[in-house]
């Protein structure tokens, strides 16, 4: 997946206080990870050998990394990248009341992000995910090759152009639903988009341990090389 530009999934950022967005195109993917994290509080008693686990809550977080670039061929793509990561850097930050000469706190710098079914809501019209930033950070990288070497150019500062950045994201989801099962139904009551792919309310178990015909994985690469094989 690293090396297929993803062309027709915009990852998108909006900064939830001022409205304001910015989208990646044609992003790299280096890694991606979804954790859910149940928390437990465990109390041990004299004579039982397993603790008494009280469940808490649980939690999701969102790990996401990508290149952006080479662009060889524009200056303005560069320049256009860089702006986006320098808007992305700023939505790490608050928005600030003023009262006379002090300035407070107003809101928050919470986002709403989406990227494709990877990065969605589980209902509703609006299919961002609601979260907070707890890192981000971008890496310039530069080397000596042609699709490495940066471009130094004088718009009346000079101007450091990368051909291509790497970009993490470390993501806090903020459920704005509680996402569970019905207690009386047995049916999942987050959404039927909530995780990687749309899980119906009418998916069966039966339908989850279909077994998929036909050869898949290694066994398909071993059957296209015995057909091979078999023509010559």
């Not at 050998?49 to 990508?66: K, N, V, W």
């Not at 940066?150 to 989801?173: E, H, M, Y």
Request: aromatic share 8%.
């Amino acid at each position: 997946m690293a090396s297929q530009a993803l062309t027709s999934a915009a990852l998108e950022i909006e900064h939830t206080a001022t409205g304001k967005k910015v989208q990646f195109f044609q992003i790299k993917m280096t890694g991606f990870t979804d954790t859910v994290t149940p928390s437990w509080t465990e109390e041990n008693v004299y004579g039982r050998m397993d603790p008494i686990a009280t469940y808490q809550g649980t939690t999701r977080a969102i790990e996401l990394s990508f290149d952006i670039g080479p662009f060889p061929e524009s200056d303005d793509r560069k320049k256009l990248a860089l702006q986006k990561i320098s808007r992305l850097m700023q939505f790490q930050y608050p928005t600030y009341a003023s009262s006379g000469s002090a300035t407070s706190i107003s809101r928050p710098p919470l986002l709403n992000v989406s990227f494709a079914n990877y990065i969605r809501a589980g209902s509703g019209t609006d299919t961002s995910l609601l979260c907070y930033m707890t890192a981000m950070s971008y890496n310039p990288i530069d080397g000596m090759s042609a699709v490495t070497t940066p471009k130094v150019v004088d718009d009346g500062n000079p101007t450091i152009l990368p051909q291509r950045i790497a970009v993490s994201l470390s993501l806090k989801i903020l459920h704005e639903v509680a996402p569970g099962w019905g207690d009386s139904s047995g049916e999942w009551d987050g959404g039927d988009t909530w995780g990687p792919y749309t899980t119906p309310s009418g998916l069966s178990d039966t339908d989850l341990s279909e077994v998929p015909t036909g050869p898949t994985g290694i066994e398909a690469e071993d059957s296209a090389n015995e057909d091979a094989l078999n023509d010559d």
